[in-house]
T-cell receptor, first 113, second 114 residues
Framework: NAGVTQTPKFQVLKTGQSMTLQCAQDMNHEYMSWYRQDPGMGLRLIHY???????DQGEVPNGYNVSRSTTEDFPLRLLSAAPSQTSVYFCASTIGGGASEQYFGPGTRLTVT | DQQVKQNSPSLSVQEGRISILNCDYT??????FLWYKKYPAEGPTFLIS?????DKNEDGRFTVFLNKSAKHLSLHIVPSQPGDSAVYFCAASGGYSSASKIIFGSGTRLSIRP
């Protein structure tokens, strides 16, 4: 099993550009989430999904869109990048709800200039 | 308002001694708590968890203690080893009913010195 994979590992965007961060898991987990990690802020939930076709907002959803057309994939779209979105982004999946351990991808480091 | 707080950004402990990492929470609806460990340039990995119906959970060198009345939990690592040097995140959730909504603390960087 590859677990949770994320692409790209690094990305530099100019303000106003859009892009999609890819996330895939091969563990047949129903639950998937996107987090951002900023210095001194820990991990903050952006969006999450409890199954294909179902998504919901987390703590910091503004400026991001998600969709879940398959169990395996959960892409995160930045609609119009802003410097405030400079961060490290982690995708995670879990077999259950909040009581279950999450499996994290290796992260995508995004810089918006 | 941070619902999960790790007030110590960093901690340095001598190899072989006990490391104690602390975490406080404000939401009494949290009923499940987890600790994650993170090395640089990697994603966090699950370490240990505890349900609110327990006050202690042990897994090898790692023990988590929960004090519900004080809304406080701590992670004890005994004995501390060089490979334990990492950032540790405390996380809390409302259990299965809360889907994937987990709130993380800001992390504590643990350094194990020889």
């Amino acid at each position: 099993n590859a677990g949770v994979t994320q692409t790209p590992k690094f990305q530099v965007l100019k303000t106003g550009q859009s892009m999609t961060l890819q996330c895939a898991q091969d563990m047949n987990h129903e639950y998937m989430s996107w987090y951002r990690q900023d210095p001194g802020m820990g991990l903050r939930l952006i969006h999450y999904s409890v199954g294909a076709g179902i998504t919901d907002q987390g703590e910091v959803p503004n400026g991001y869109n998600v969709s879940r057309s398959t169990t395996e994939d959960f892409p995160l779209r930045l609609l119009s990048a802003a410097p405030s979105q400079t961060s490290v982004y982690f995708c995670a999946s879990t077999i259950g709800g909040g009581a279950s351990e999450q499996y994290f991808g290796p992260g995508t480091r995004l810089t918006v200039t | 308002d941070q619902q999960v707080k790790q007030n110590s950004p960093s901690l340095s402990v001598q190899e072989g001694r006990i490391s104690i990492l602390n975490c406080d929470y404000t939401n009494s609806m949290f009923d499940y708590f987890l600790w994650y460990k993170k090395y640089p340039a990697e994603g966090p990995t699950f370490l240990i968890s505890i349900s609110s119906i327990k006050d202690k959970n042990e897994d090898g060198r790692f023990t988590v203690f929960l004090n519900k009345s004080a809304k406080h939990l701590s992670l004890h690592i005994v004995p501390s080893q060089p490979g334990d040097s990492a950032v540790y995140f405390c996380a809390a959730s409302g259990g299965y009913s809360s889907a994937s909504k987990i709130i993380f603390g800001s992390g504590t960087r643990l350094s194990i010195r020889p």
